[in-house]
């Protein structure tokens, strides 16, 4: 931390010292705001329906539309890059005009008729649906976080192991999608896929509806700390807005590293491991969700360690940082089986191992560094940090497409 942000209040710099103060004349409270669960269903049905999409885009251009390979990989990337990008407008939508309760609903809705456009097979539904899903996820992603920071104060220790759980939300919706996609799309069922990732956005759409007085905001708090924000004065401000930086920076790094999983990863997969075990061959592509599987069974465990971790008042960012060098580890662990000779495959125990620690860094790093992003923003632009943060995760993941196509050549 640098000197100047020494000068201020310990929560203005790392917000889990101040939650250790509340903890120790207090004690832990555990219990999350009902509105939280409203929340993290909401994302469970978005992340389930999104994995459908996700996993079965490509085949149905190719199959529906007509599509060569490379046109569909293009034109899913390019829809992909185009959502990320549109969370900037959106969360700036959320701040200054919708607020977070209206701009979630909304997304929603657009999602289910994208989603719902989808079952069309004409070309005006897929370019209709395209562009509702587009819309959607811009809304989507930054207001869904400005909504879960309004069920707590910004010193409030729950929300570390809040954003543990939804991060974990994020991931069983993806297995479930995932795996629904999968059985679906062996028979070809497109019609049936984009259904079902309609239903589960109505269910969310219905849960907002259904929860709306549980999602208001109860912190009076949350004002007055706004209007205090708006007389600080510059000095006090700058040290807030770099850590904020340095938080979008490591979402950037993390994001290179854990992009590599779907492609120079999947290829070491491919081609350099002996991916049999007990006569069966292991296909590559169960190695992509690996890391899925892995947040299931290693999120309990973090959710079980954090309370000890910040009762002996270990900050926040250097939880971000040793998440970082675990990614790092990841890849440091594939040196050794990489200098061996050239087409021998290697034992699998490798890559597990590179995976659990990229799984390690992404709980450490994304979670955690949210959650400290959203106490540092200042509550009128929670949207647009949330927006910048997300197109850090876009370049990232596009800086590791351009890392895996050199590891290539």
């Given amino acids: 931390m640098s000197a100047a942000c020494q000068s201020l209040p310990v929560d203005t710099c790392d917000p889990l010292v101040a939650p250790m103060a509340a903890i120790r004349r207090h004690g832990p ?51 992909n890059a185009v959502s990320y990008l549109g969370t900037l407008p959106g969360g700036l939508a959320t701040d200054r005009y919708l607020g977070p309760r209206r701009a979630l609903g909304l997304g929603i809705a ?3 008729l994208g989603y719902a456009a ?46 543990v759980v939804f991060h974990l939300a994020i991931n069983v919706g993806g297995v479930i999608g995932a795996i629904l996609a999968g ?3 062996s028979e070809h069922r497109f019609r049936i896929a984009f259904a079902i990732a309609a239903a589960a956005t109505l269910a ?6 259904l929860s709306r007085r549980f999602l208001q905001s109860h912190h009076a708090n949350r004002h007055a700390r706004s209007v205090t924000e708006s007389a600080t004065s510059a000095t006090q401000t700058w040290p807030r807005i770099k850590t904020i930086g340095a938080l979008t920076l490591a979402m950037l790094f993390y994001t290179i590293g854990f992009g590599q999983v779907e ?17 069966f061959e292991i296909p590559a592509a169960w190695f992509v969700g690996l890391p899925a599987l892995l947040v299931l069974l290693l999120a309990p465990v973090q959710l079980a360690l954090l309370p000890r971790i910040q009762r002996r008042g270990v900050k926040t960012s250097h939880l971000v940082a040793w998440g970082l060098v675990a990614i790092a580890l990841a890849f ?62 876009a370049l990232g993941y596009w800086l590791a497409g351009e890392l895996g196509a050199a590891w290539l050549r």
């Fill in 332 to 393: 440091v662990v594939l040196i050794p089986p990489s200098l061996g000779s050239p087409g021998q495959r290697v034992s699998m125990g490798w890559l597990i191992v590179c995976m659990a620690l990229l799984v390690v860094g992404e709980l450490l790093v994304a979670p955690l560094g949210m959650s400290m992003v959203l106490r540092l923003a200042p509550p009128r632009y929670v949207g647009v940090v949330m927006g910048t943060w997300h197109i850090s995760g």
């Fill in 118 to 163: 989808l079952t069309l097979t004409t070309p005006e539904a897929l370019g209709l649906s395209l562009s509702l899903l587009v819309l959607g996820h811009a809304l989507h992603k930054p207001s869904i976080q400005a909504m879960l920071a309004r069920l707590y104060e910004p010193e409030d220790p729950r929300l570390d192991a809040a954003q």
């Fill in 204 to 209: 969310a759409r219905i849960a907002l509806l």
């Fill in 183 to 185: 059985l679906l799309v």
């Fill in 29 to 79: 409270q555990q219990r999350q705001p009902t509105g939280f669960y409203v929340v993290c269903f909401v994302e469970f049905c978005e992340r389930l329906a999104a994995y459908v999409l996700g996993s079965c885009a490509v085949l149905m251009l190719c199959e529906r539309y007509g599509y060569d390979r490379g046109a569909a990989l293009r034109l899913a990337g390019l829809v």
């Fill in 110 to 112: 657009l999602l289910t």
């Fill in 263 to 279: 492609g120079s990863l999947y290829l070491w997969a491919q081609d350099h491991t002996d991916r049999f075990l007990l006569g």
